[in-house]
């Protein structure tokens, strides 16, 4: 992604360009792998969703067995939004910035779970309003500072959004250069899960009310507001699916961009990618629709608290790992599923078959 010749395009062809340079997973290797789960020490199916997993795996990785993923990391997309002012949330606008820096100090729930898991943590401040200070845990490619107001024009131009996704896909760029073989996606944004909402309900069909949750845990008034914002939002823009760029630039966020292109540079690169909550998933949708394929390296961590959550999930085909009702963001969800994807990789590398073990199968 930087070399000379790539910057000279214009950042929406090079975003066009990775992801066409994303392929389905390797049907061959998940057959290979569907095929040893039925030779494995087991009865056939009795490992349940971690044999699915184990051959999507595989698939991904383009070998069976696949490896047992060993350098985790975690992005966390940070931005803010415009659409704040209209009162979706109660918390000021700050606290983003103030978020970011609890991230790089190492005190927020991600670096604690980070930290459970082995897994690495980098920031990216890719629309902070309040700006952010040098950090070695923080990329800093600010976009603009916040979106724009999604409910009474558009929360960017498609410039700035094609920006967004090559800033996530440079930082993941950085992250797999430097090892990372299994990918968390994280965001932080006051107000992110509106835009988020607006998404959802975009690339899936789905009204409004349906896909709009409480967040960081609003009263009902509040509630019926965001509910009536997301709807305000899509009459005004009409975003089309089939157009993904253009609906990030509508009704998305810097972090929703930046994440979608993270998600594309891994799939590109045969990585998998975590999800973890209903931000997560919104931008998995976008990446989904800039390039079908992209789905294929996705793996759904957890069940978000937040309804659109499980309209996305549904969307992409993915069944959750996990579901604890937690709705945190950050990638904290995703998180706690790596040694769950690990476990499933391990099985295919590490058991035997009944003709190595010597055991007789009934």
């Known amino acids: 992604m930087g070399t000379t010749t790539e910057r000279e395009r214009s950042p929406e062809e090079r975003l066009r360009r990775l992801a066409r340079g994303v392929f389905p997973p390797d049907a061959a290797a998940s057959e290979t792998a569907r095929r040893r789960h039925l030779r494995l020490t087991k009865p056939p199916g009795s490992l349940g969703e971690l044999e699915e997993l184990g051959i999507r795996l595989a698939g991904m990785a383009g070998a069976c067995p696949p490896p047992v993923p060993g350098r985790p990391a975690v992005l966390v997309a940070a931005g803010d939004h415009g659409v704040l002012a209209r009162g979706v949330s109660p918390w000021?606008?700050?606290v983003t910035?103030?978020?970011?820096?609890?991230?790089?100090?190492?005190?927020?729930?991600?670096?604690?779970?980070?930290?459970?898991?082995?897994?690495?943590?980098?920031?990216?401040?890719?629309?902070?309003?309040?700006?952010t200070e040098p950090h070695p845990l923080l990329r800093r490619a600010r976009v603009r500072p916040g979106t724009a107001d999604l409910s009474r024009g558009a929360a960017m131009d498609r410039r700035e959004a094609a920006r967004a996704a090559l800033a996530g896909a440079e930082a993941a760029e950085e992250l797999v250069r430097e090892g990372t073989d299994l990918?968390?996606?994280?965001?932080?944004?006051?107000?992110?899960?509106?835009?988020?909402?607006?998404?959802?309900?975009?690339?899936?069909?789905?009204?409004?009310?349906?896909?709009t949750g409480r967040g960081?845990?609003?009263?009902?008034?509040?509630?019926?507001?965001?509910?009536?914002?997301?709807?305000?939002?899509?009459?005004l823009h009409g975003p089309n699916p089939e157009d993904p760029l253009g609906t990030l630039a509508a009704v998305g966020g810097l972090e929703h961009a930046a994440l979608a292109g993270?998600?594309?540079?891994?799939?590109?690169?045969?990585?998998?990618?975590?999800?973890?909550?209903?931000?997560s998933c919104a931008a998995?949708?976008?990446?989904?629709?800039?390039?079908?394929?992209?789905?294929?390296?996705?793996?759904?961590?957890?069940?978000?608290?937040?309804?659109?959550?499980?309209?996305?999930l549904k969307a992409l085909g993915l069944e959750p790992l996990l579901d604890l009702e937690m709705r945190l963001g950050e990638g904290?969800?995703?998180?706690?599923?790596?040694?769950?994807?690990?476990?499933?990789?391990?099985?295919?590398?590490e058991m035997a078959t009944f003709e190595e073990a010597g055991v007789s199968e009934g």
């Open 262 to 279: 993270a998600i594309l540079y891994c799939a590109a690169r045969r990585v998998p990618v975590v999800l973890d909550g209903i931000s």
């Open 183 to 211: 990918l968390v996606t994280g965001d932080m944004g006051i107000g992110n899960t509106t835009p988020a909402a607006c998404l959802v309900a975009a690339f899936t069909g789905r009204p409004a009310a349906e896909v």
């Open 216 to 235: 960081t845990g609003i009263d009902d008034a509040t509630l019926a507001l965001k509910v009536q914002v997301v709807e305000e939002a899509l009459a």
């Open 97 to 131: 910035a103030e978020m970011v820096r609890n991230f790089c100090r190492g005190g927020a729930a991600v670096n604690a779970l980070a930290a459970t898991v082995g897994a690495r943590v980098l920031v990216l401040d890719v629309g902070v309003a309040a700006g």
């Open 92 to 94: 000021p606008q700050e």
């Open 332 to 349: 904290t969800g995703g998180l706690l599923a790596v040694p769950l994807v690990r476990a499933a990789a391990g099985v295919l590398s």
């Open 284 to 312: 998995a949708l976008a990446a989904a629709a800039l390039s079908p394929p992209s789905s294929g390296y996705m793996v759904a961590g957890h069940l978000s608290a937040e309804p659109g959550a499980a309209v996305a």
